[in-house]
């Protein structure tokens, strides 16, 4: 697996203090974007939460994710969660070491108190001392926080800060565009009251199952577990990996399913959100246990495509943190039509600069401070598509299917309904596009670019070199 090392240097280490009838709650940022550029230590808000006990235990919830493996549970992680700041909301967002879970708390408007929302996205320290601390909190005590250094921490920053190396697998940031990929095409599919979301989730079991997915229906007013995709089903592969809900299951005031309008039988991904008072928490869920969204492969088509990659580029400099970012708006802005402007955003997803919320079927502006090439660079299925492109090993036929060799071994790619590409190799046979197209099928729409390119006009034969 590939892995850098990224530091995190922290003016001092995050911590809940008491205050005058208050607590106080310091949320240390690392370096991070903000529309003013690079800043060292960015300050996004200084307020109150309007639930503060449920806001400790969600923030919670989504440092349990991120110190998580839910497949192969003798390592740990270590990545700190990233905080975004949309103006009107605070979203902070983890990965599970596994890159199975992807979790998230948007604490909304009504959720914070008493100052203004700035714009800007970087890491947050969660320290044991302090989910200790956050853990001990109880009551309805006032609670102040602070993300960021406020106005008396600058004068320490020229002293010792507090440093994190923290090893960054490249499937982390793949992890997150895979998983916005998913869930755009989310709908509501189920939706509890708090007293059956809790009845619910109780039930669930909270050790790892046999492998296979587990399937719910709504029956009622509740949903009712069942080993068949029947019709209206909802797939919840893993359900012990929804056990950071137990955080803050005493606080919920209800539960909605998020899936995929169909599907063929098989595991699909899922994303299962807690309400709260001023808040949601959210966890989606790989298709399988074992299986990270790193490896998906939702986000090669925009990776491959040079017209996708000239559109990101337009439309990345019209977002503007937006907590809603409109597709038909960018649309009017950029001039590009709607299918245009959600592929670049599928495209500027991978570099971490966009996410995708269910709840409010909209994508959101942030920007992840971590290399935005790397998602790319490193896409084994990318990188071997480019690798036979360049090797001469596609060739174009006339009527309108390829060949493709591959080692030893030559491979047959012809167009299918919709206008999928499929393949005669492994990978195909297997997945059938459930998990992106193969490396042969992205060499395929590669050269054909390259062949119209090069002619002016679309390619139906030759070989591309």
Partial sequence: MSRSVQALAYARPSALTAGTGRRLLGLETAGGLTPAGPEAHPQFFAGFLSSPQAAARGLLAVADVAAARYHQRTLRASLDPVVTANGDRLRFESFSGCC????????????????????????????????????????DEPLHLRVGPDELA??????PVVEKKVPLPDRWLRGFAESQVATAGFDLRAELSAAEAVRFLRALPRTPGTGAPLWVVPAGRTLRPTTRPVAGAVCLPGPDRLAAFQRVLRHATGLRAYGPAGHDGAATATAW????????????????????FSGEGGVLEALATDEAAADAELVSVLLAWEPRVDVADLAD????????????????????????????????????????????????????ARALVADGAVALHGDGTATVRSGERSYQVREQAGGVLGCTCLWWADHRGRRGPCKHTLAVRTARRAAQSAAGSPATSGAAR
């Fill in 100 to 139: 199975g879970v992807y979790a998230r708390l948007d604490v909304l408007p009504e959720g914070l108190d008493g100052a203004d929302t700035g714009h800007g996205t970087t890491n947050v320290d969660v320290n044991n001392p302090l989910r200790q601390a956050l853990s001990r909190l109880a009551g």
């Fill in 333 to 384: 802005q950029s001039g590009l039509s709607a299918a245009r402007v959600r592929a670049a955003l599928v495209r500027l997803g991978t570099a971490g600069r966009v996410g995708y919320d269910a709840a409010e079927a909209a994508y959101f502006h942030r920007e992840l401070p971590y290399d935005a090439r790397r998602a790319e660079r490193h896409n084994p299925r990318l990188v071997a």
């Fill in 273 to 292: 959100e807690v309400t709260l008072p001023g808040m949601r928490l959210t966890l989606t869920l790989s298709p399988e246990p074992a299986r990270g």
């Fill in 154 to 159: 600058v004068t320490t920053l020229e002293g």
